[in-house]
């Protein structure tokens, strides 16, 4: 009977091929007619890692250490990618604004060097227009708020430059809000979640229509700028931390509150964020969107790879190529083409529209963070009037050697 248990498992193979095919050939059909529109990419960050910037020592087309590249990006079918413009917690307090400058026209020169594969885009319209060009819309976004240097004025400034959102904060505390390792106890809470000031920045990037990323803070933040904000929020690249309980990921109660705000969160694919261990498949991924479906609905859900952000992805999505087979995964669990059209592309189009029809009209905020929220030997106090917080340079000196690390400037030490 050998012969016979054969016979079945080549035909179980050949039917389930044929199968998979098809769930593969549905999804190239939606994703040729809706954008796919990932979150989070850390592709300028390997071009400072890997060349210090000089774009012109690689070739996108021919780049093969990294998980993008030109030829992936075309086989992956992406068609809008926010690229982070991301600098470690170490530059704060020292050269962030610097180096995040120098992050944004990184992503500015990828468009210029490949006109024919990147258009620059701030957006929906951009990212639609590109998409019926066949070029893949490229969106910036800052990771973490410590490259804002507290500094409304450099918000502004950056969404001049084509910033359309800004994380928060990384994995660091600001001056003034929380990152999500408050939550894991590792870290000292600072601000209670965000300082009065980290209200006034919540409130001109509703003024600006600046998108509100929420990945990386912790629990409190989200909370309290799911209280404020006037616009709806996002989750750049994070994922369900009822399936993984991982404090990066999304609670419930707060999956909850993101529908309501008529946001969206963009799952991560990064292992330790998906199973919680060093291993994933792309079956976890998907896991991860189904909860978010089942708690919420499909339109709060979207794509945030995280590639090149990473040091591991799970088998099967082993870099932006593979999209497609995330999405007929998807398929292959039975949900509806509209369902994921709307994780493809359409609930960010209409979080992105949504954003700038708040607060228009009103005059920016122009008061700055009080001094004592970021006094140190390496911030001059100029223009602040009240210096009686201030202390002299030889006095600063001697207690830095009291404070925390993040709290001086590493040119004293």
């Known amino acids: 009977m050998d012969w016979v248990k054969t016979v079945y498992l080549v035909l179980w193979a050949f039917t389930y091929n044929s199968v998979a095919d098809d769930f593969k050939e549905q999804a190239l059909k939606l994703m040729a007619d809706t954008p796919l529109i990932d979150g989070h990419n850390d592709l300028p960050w390997q071009m400072r890692s890997l060349f210090n910037n000089q774009l012109n020592m690689v070739d996108l087309n021919k780049l093969n250490t990294t998980h993008t590249n030109i030829p992936k990006i075309k086989e992956g079918r992406l068609s809008a990618q926010f690229w982070a413009a991301y600098v470690p917690c170490d530059t704060q307090y020292k050269d962030a604004v610097r180096q995040t400058l120098e992050q944004i026209d990184v992503i500015h020169r990828m468009c210029h060097e490949y006109p024919e594969v990147f258009k620059f885009a701030a957006s929906s319209q951009d990212i639609l227009d590109a998409f019926e060009q066949n070029k893949t819309a490229s969106l910036i976004g800052v990771e973490g708020g410590h490259s804002i240097d507290s500094s409304l004025g450099t918000l502004r400034t950056m969404y001049q430059l084509g910033v359309r959102y800004l994380t928060i904060t990384h994995s660091c505390n600001t001056p003034w809000a929380d990152n999500w390792l408050v939550d894991t106890g590792s870290e000292p809470e600072m601000h209670g979640g965000l300082s009065e000031f980290g209200k006034q920045v919540i409130w001109e990037m509703n003024r600006i229509g600046m998108l509100i990323d929420l990945s990386h803070v912790s629990e409190k933040v989200m909370n309290q700028v799911l209280d404020i904000s006037k616009a709806p929020i996002i989750f750049?690249?994070?994922?369900?931390?009822?399936?993984?309980?991982?404090?990066?990921?999304?609670?419930?109660?707060?999956?909850?509150?993101v529908k309501e705000k008529r946001g969206i969160v963009m799952v991560n694919f990064y292992n330790d964020y998906v199973t919680c261990s060093p291993t994933a498949n792309i079956s976890d991924v998907a896991d991860h969107f189904d909860h978010i479906k089942k708690v919420a609905g499909s339109s709060i859900i979207g794509f945030g790879g995280d590639y090149d952000g990473v040091t591991r992805v799970p088998e099967g999505l082993g870099d932006v190529s593979k999209y497609p087979d995330l999405v007929a995964e998807l398929l292959r669990r039975k949900w509806s083409e509209d369902e994921i059209r709307d994780a493809l592309g359409r609930n960010l189009l209409r979080v992105f529209s949504e954003v700038r029809d708040h607060l228009n009209g009103t005059k920016p905020d122009d008061i700055p963070i009080p001094l004592k929220e970021v006094q140190n030997p390496c911030r001059t106090d100029f223009g602040y009037q009240d210096k009686s917080s201030s202390t002299s340079y030889h006095s600063l000196l001697y207690h830095s050697f009291k404070l925390k690390l993040f709290h001086v400037c590493s040119c004293l030490l």
Do not use: E, G, I, Q
């Open 236 to 257: 750049s690249h994070s994922s369900a931390y009822s399936v993984c309980n991982h404090k990066r990921n999304v609670p419930d109660d707060v999956l909850m509150r």
